[in-house]
């Protein structure tokens, strides 16, 4: 027993309120509740400012998870059935796709993409808004899959699971929707021509004698619209003041519920005839609206498609044991890949030769490496640290997995996603906003005119919405990042657009982004090798992915494989191998201890074994087409650079056709690579760098967009922000300028949409604007935006090709 804070509390049942731990010594009490740490009561705090309900609420206190839940998700325990629905498991992480059926707004997005806030076990989650769908990733060993999905569906987010879609791959059409508007359709029509006798005030005997049958038609024909086409609005809003969160859907909820609730007391003391004209007819053109947005949103989409693979080149080992590069959407099941150094891993597959070190932090964000043996089942998106190894695949690509990998927010870094903020904060604070304005201005129309204050209410819930803002950048940006794609440039995620227009300089490396290795003339100089020599050199080649390696390596055609002891690349220096009593060393001069003083300026690779210099291969440059052309269009507004780790044997050259202020570095390892960026960005300058993906990675990932490189060779990797394909090189200064227009077209449809709201809220705030119309505007507004960016960035693709 202890006393903290004036309370006795007994150390050996108290549990931490946020994280579940026993508490101990340093128990921590606040708000009447222990916590076992000043971490955790941090956390808790910031999830009480942002009405977020702590994780231990939900799993370590059984009483909070929703009685109608409980046990409904015991099958998803089963072991055998969890395999078939996750994307990916090992010993610590399981990454699991759920469909959910309510998501339809920014609102949604936000929560469900702040999970983490609520189960600190859940490490990331990411929607994808037109598929409905969101991925999530979560620690295995502290929850499993039946406790994400009951936190998913306490929170009003109940996925759709069944294991019959997963194993045929054909997901059940949802019809819901349709038969809901067909019922407000129907019961609107109805009411609408029963309420014509009021409208127009006719006073016929037999109308008058029969009014009340015809308000009690309209109550009965308004009774499924509330409790069954608007169900979605109500069960959404409950959960989510549950939850202590608050949605688009609560205004909605309480305007349908003010509106049924008054014309049920008028229709039953007689007051009069209601607005069950406006209930119903509000209902259906939300709806309607809905409905309306699901065709726009899956018409527009701007998911990448079969024809936007981003080259990822893999090498498949043919049956006669040749080699071929082939593109990753071209790999079927029961092909052998062969998987070098550092390159990423594109399918789930079993691994057949070589020995495994697997790094997963790509899936997972943990960057322990993984050690795998011959027959072990290895997944896509892993990398491999070591030796070249051959697997056999087991399923085809998926390209929406890959993408979602690449954008997994476990490699976002500091980088400032400016409109995302902007968003993000809308959708938190907007139901806030407009039930703030609703109730001032109701109160106002109760003491100014009584007859007008329901409207009005009514119409301020329904008229404001913040989804025409939240979605101008989404959509602005998505469709150019399907743009871009069809034109060879694949961007992380759409965010990167934003990135890119603000770039002011620009770093290239020099090997395999200024040059091509299509054309290298290779010669080699020193003593003359053996055949065995020879095997021993191609095979090190071999599991190397850097490009000077591959060019040498396809030089050695005709000689043979062996199996080497040993491997390791060194990253900006070479390979070290080990060929039974054999140590070859294959890089730079320095790497392979060479003492010969080298008057050559050419790019070289220089070759020792047991530390005995043998020779060096001489690589002749062959720079791409459009090079002049892009640095002489890019100098008048951007700082240039050329960086590279070869010595200044082409510096002579590049200065002749490049502009006079691109300053050249040589001679520079990855790590200076690295002090060049941050240099420039100690100056305030926004930088992009341009390189293979591979020696250049450090740079990469420190600069404000890094893009890789790709001319056959797979340069996937979590620290480049883009892949742009080489034979779009020379269209770079497009790109950047199609990034600064998006810009602008983002701000524009941000004027209109709060021009929109203004004048919407104007009208409903002043009593001018019926709750029916307001519906029918709501959709409208979000619609009208998309369209306008959608087409507005359709233009600005046009131009850039």
């Not at 128990?27 to 956390?43: A, L, N, Q, R, Y």
């Not at 709806?287 to 090498?315: C, H, M």
């Not at 850097?546 to 055609?557: D, K, M, V, W």
């Not at 996937?716 to 199609?738: G, M, Q, R, V, Y």
Request: with cysteine; net charge neutral.
């Amino acid at each position: 027993m202890k006393f903290v804070q004036g309370k006795s509390v007994n150390m050996s049942t108290s549990k931490c309120y946020h994280c579940g731990d026993h508490c101990n010594d340093n128990i921590v009490i606040f708000d009447e509740k222990p916590f076992c740490c000043s971490g955790c009561k941090t956390v808790y705090e910031i999830f009480s400012e942002n009405n977020l309900t702590c994780y231990y609420d939900f799993q370590a206190n059984p009483g909070t998870i929703p009685k109608e839940i409980k046990g409904k998700y015991d099958f998803l325990e089963n072991e055998e059935i969890v395999s078939k629905l996750v994307d990916f498991k090992d010993e610590t992480f399981q990454i699991i796709t759920l469909y959910i059926p309510h998501i339809h707004c920014s609102s949604c997005i936000w929560v469900l993409e702040n999970l983490r806030k609520i189960n600190p076990n859940i490490s990331q989650s990411q929607v994808n808004f037109p598929k409905k769908t969101v991925r999530i990733t979560y620690n295995s060993k502290s929850i499993n899959l039946k406790n994400v999905v009951e936190l998913l569906t306490s929170i009003g987010y109940e996925p759709y699971i069944s294991l019959e879609d997963y194993e045929t791959g054909k997901k059940k059409v949802d019809r819901s929707l349709l038969y809901k508007l067909g019922i407000a359709g129907f019961a609107f029509g109805n009411v609408m021509f029963l309420s014509f006798p009021e409208y127009f005030e006719v006073s016929e005997f037999w109308l008058e004698q029969y009014k009340h049958v015809f308000r009690w038609l309209m109550f009965i024909f308004s009774v499924p619209v509330v409790f069954y086409a608007a169900q979605d609005y109500f069960i959404s809003a409950y959960k989510g003041l549950r939850a202590k969160l608050l949605n688009i859907d609560l205004p909605i909820a309480l305007g349908t519920s003010v509106l049924f609730i008054r014309s049920t007391v008028e229709v039953i003391f007689d007051l009069g005839t209601g607005f069950f004209d406006s209930l119903t007819g509000l209902v259906f053109f939300l709806l309607l609206g809905k409905f309306f947005q699901q065709k726009t949103y899956n018409f527009l989409s701007f998911e990448r498609d079969y024809k936007s693979y981003f080259p990822i080149a893999v090498t498949r080992v043919n049956k006669d044991k040749k080699e071929e590069n082939i593109q990753i959407y071209e790999v079927k099941k029961g092909d052998r890949l062969l998987i070098r150094n550092q390159e990423l891993i594109p399918v789930d597959g079993v691994l057949i030769n070589g020995n495994a070190l697997i790094d997963y932090s790509f899936v997972t964000g943990e960057a322990n490496p993984v050690s795998k043996l011959s027959g072990d089942k290895i997944y896509a998106g892993g990398k491999q640290l070591s030796e070249v190894i051959e697997m056999e695949v087991l399923h085809e690509v998926s390209q929406s997995y890959l993408t979602q990998l690449w954008s997994n927010d476990v490699f976002k870094n500091d980088k400032s996603i400016t409109f995302k903020t902007l968003t993000d904060d809308i959708s938190k604070n907007f139901t806030i906003w407009v039930l703030s304005v609703a109730f001032i201005a109701t109160s106002y129309w109760l003491i100014v005119d009584v007859s007008k204050a329901l409207n009005v209410f009514t119409a301020v819930l329904i008229i404001a919405c913040p989804c025409a803002i939240a979605l101008a950048a989404p959509f602005t940006l998505g469709n150019l990042l399907r743009i871009f794609g069809k034109q060879k440039f694949y961007l992380k995620n759409a965010t990167v657009i934003e990135q890119l227009a603000q770039i002011d300089s620009l770093i290239f490396d020099k090997t395999g982004t200024l040059t091509t290795n299509a054309k290298n003339k290779i010669n080699y100089f020193g003593e003359t090798l053996s055949a065995n020599e020879k095997n021993i050199i191609k095979t090190a080649l071999r599991s190397s992915n850097h490009p000077l390696s591959r060019a040498i390596y396809e030089t050695f055609l005709d000689n043979k494989i062996v199996e080497l002891n040993d491997f390791k690349e060194v990253l900006g220096k070479g390979i070290e191998v080990t060929y039974n009593n054999e140590t070859v060393k294959i890089g730079s001069s320095n790497f392979v201890n060479n003492n010969q003083k080298d008057n050559f300026l050419d790019t070289s690779v220089h070759v020792s074994f047991n530390d005995v210099y043998k020779g060096k291969f001489t690589v002749k440059n062959n720079y791409r087409k459009g090079v002049k052309n892009l640095f002489n269009s890019l100098d008048n507004d951007y700082v240039l650079a050329v960086v590279s780790g070869d010595n200044e044997g082409e510096k002579k050259y590049l200065s002749k056709i490049l502009p006079a202020k691109t300053n050249f570095l040589f001679n520079q390892k990855p790590e200076d690579k690295l002090q060049v960026v941050e240099s420039l960005q100690n100056k305030n300058k926004k930088v992009a760098m341009i390189g293979d993906g591979l020696n250049d990675a450090g740079a990469l990932a420190k600069s404000n967009v890094g893009i890789a490189i790709s001319e056959n060779i797979n340069v996937f990797s979590p620290a480049c922000d883009a892949i742009l394909d080489a034979s779009e090189f020379k269209n770079i200064t497009s790109f950047l300028l199609a990034s600064k227009k998006a810009i602008k077209v983002i701000k524009y449809a941000f004027v209109l949409s709060l021009f929109y709201n203004v004048i919407g809220l104007y009208f409903a705030v002043t009593g001018q604007l019926m709750p029916v119309i307001a519906a029918i505007l709501m959709p409208l507004s979000s619609i009208s935006i998309v369209v306008f960016t959608t087409v507005a960035t359709n233009l600005i693709g046009k131009k850039n090709q």
